[in-house]
């Protein structure tokens, strides 16, 4: 997430959209935040959104609510939208959230291809940019804000036994941060 943010230019007072709020999302709504951005998470889960709300996020927005999304474009649209999702719409979505000159941040992979209309892109001079694995010194930065306190990774431990149930919360968009599996159902081998 560090250099999907950095790559998409993120800075102090711009308005950056989150589309996902899970274990990508809930990292993205932390640095834009610590970069002085104002950040709006935009998920379908309530509970994700009241996540993002105790992390720093200045508004959460229902990613299916037509009327949520009118909103945030009357109010002026969104420097920065990073989609951590992995669902199609959320990219539709974001693309109509951009303000002018507006960075549309490639980050969750769909099983589908993205494809988006011409004049969209041209309408509004938009940019895309894609982001993958960050580098050295992003890991050290990263680091670095978790170190300081602006950064921390929300886990969940579950037993190994349990991989085919948390494969299947994580299809639904259900966990929250990230699961941690356990082998030998905790206890250490001597």
Known sequence: MYRALKRSGVTAGQKVAIFGVGGLGHLAVQIARAWGAEVIA???DPAKLALAKDLGAVQTLNAGSADDIKALRKAGGVHVAVVTSAAKAAYDTA???????????????PSEPLSFPALNLVGIEARIIASSVGTRDDMRAVLQMAAEGQLRCITETRPLAEVNAVFERMRRGQISGRVVLRCCGGQHAH
């Open 42 to 44: 935009l998920d379908l």
């Open 95 to 109: 693309l109509k959230c951009l303000r002018p000159d507006g960075v549309l941040s490639v980050v969750g992979l």
